[in-house]
Nanobody, 123 residues
Framework: VQLQASGGGLVQAGSSLRLSCAASGRTLITYTMGWFRQAPGKEREFVAGIRLNFGSTLYADSVKGRFAVSRDNAKNTVYLQMNSLKPEDTAVYYC?????????????????WGQGTLVTVSS
């Protein structure tokens, strides 16, 4: 499974961005997809996850109500809509996939990782 994340950029606080994660290599309908982020000098942290079969989602408290994860199974693509961005959202964002349909927040539970896309939010 190959994952390609895109959509990062430099925006002002309060703006929106939509990240995409395109998967290839196999059909991922039974997988769970996650978004993680890593800010400079900090550990990688869970942001959001979605079960591709049922569409159920899970969010970190820090982004709940501002971010929304969705999927287009026909395109093998997962999205992260980020609204009301804050400077503390600045990080490299990674998408990841795990083979079982169970929503978890631990990075080492995910089997495949994309290369990351940088999101910078200026104040």
């Amino acid at each position: 499974v190959q994952l390609q994340a895109s959509g990062g950029g430099l925006v002002q606080a309060g703006s929106s961005l939509r990240l995409s994660c395109a998967a290839s290599g196999r059909t991922l309908i039974t997988y769970t997809m996650g978004w993680f982020r890593q800010a400079p000098g900090k550990e990688r942290e869970f942001v959001a996850g979605i079960r591709l079969n049922f569409g159920s989602t899970l969010y970190a408290d820090s982004v709940k109500g501002r971010f929304a994860v969705s999927r287009d199974n026909a395109k093998n693509t997962v999205y992260l809509q980020m609204n009301s961005l804050k400077p503390e959202d600045t990080a490299v964002y990674y998408c990841a996939a795990k083979q079982t349909s169970l929503l978890v927040t631990t990075a080492n539970s995910f089997d495949y990782w994309g290369q990351g896309t940088l999101v910078t939010v200026s104040s």
